[in-house]
């Protein structure tokens, strides 16, 4: 049992836009602490996809962004492309476990 | 650019305590700038914090691997380890090692990157 939700799958076609929710408490997200992402592809370590809630870090096409309101968290992917296809992890810190940081269950992306 | 790489063995008998370490490589460990740490991944399932390091030595721990893990760091080396004891299956896992960002203000919360590759470590008897 995740510290943040997220739902299990998404799926989406070629172009369209899909969004992954993470949704978290009063001693996470709505504390105030930044949510971050990251995406790992099959095979491969998790890679930073956004971080301080809503930037992406140098070479992250910005067809990925991310935005935050009171104990949620959303990752937004346009114009999907085959090679998203991949899991999705958000990332806060919770107060409540003597100052821990904490994932989401993660969310499979699959590009139909 | 910083790297990082995990090594250690791929198999740790039950109860015993599993060992790794993650050389970097491209700069200095002791940076003031980063933190160090370590996250695992069961197979097939999410991502665990287990614990952080600052090149002074100083830790912060998962609270629900506390009283099981040790994190250290050897300047000399530009390395940091893991040590993980009286592991059970439960422990079998995809351990990573990260750069911890510490931010400063506008940001609250620290994020990983990067992170090393990733090594599989299985406990089996």
């Known amino acids: 049992q995740s510290v943040l939700t997220q739902p299990p799958s998404v799926s989406g076609a070629p172009g369209q836009r899909v969004t992954i929710s993470c949704t978290g408490s009063s001693s996470n997200i709505g504390a105030g602490y930044d949510v971050h992402w990251y995406q790992q592809l099959p095979g491969t370590a998790p890679k930073l996809l956004i971080y301080g809630n809503s930037n992406r870090p140098s070479g992250v096409p910005d067809r990925f962004s991310g935005s935050k309101s009171g104990t949620s968290a959303s990752l937004a992917i346009t114009g999907l492309q085959a090679e998203d296809e991949a899991d999705y992890y958000c990332?806060?810190?919770?107060?409540?476990?003597?100052?821990?940081?904490?994932f989401g269950g993660g969310t499979k992306l699959t590009v139909l | 650019q910083l790297q990082l790489q995990e090594s250690g063995p791929g198999l740790v008998k039950p109860s015993e305590t599993l060992s790794l370490t993650c050389t970097v490589s491209?700069?200095?460990?002791?940076?003031?700038?980063?933190?160090w740490g370590w996250i695992r991944q069961p197979p097939g399932k999410g991502l665990e914090w287990i614990g952080s390091i600052y090149y002074s030595g100083s830790t912060y721990y998962n609270p629900s691997l506390k009283s099981r893990v040790t994190i250290s760091v050897d300047t000399s080396k530009n390395q940091f380890s893991l040590k993980l004891s009286s592991v059970t299956a439960a422990d079998t896992a995809v351990y990573y090692c990260?750069?911890?960002?510490?931010?400063?203000?506008?940001?609250?919360?620290?994020?990983?990157?990067?992170w090393g590759q990733g090594t599989l470590v299985t406990v089996s008897s």
């Open positions: 491209g700069g200095s460990i002791s940076s003031s700038s980063y933190y």
């Open positions: 990260t750069i911890v960002v510490v931010p400063a203000a506008p940001y609250w919360g620290d994020w990983f990157d990067p």
């Open positions: 990332q806060s810190y919770d107060s409540s476990l003597s100052g821990s940081c904490v």
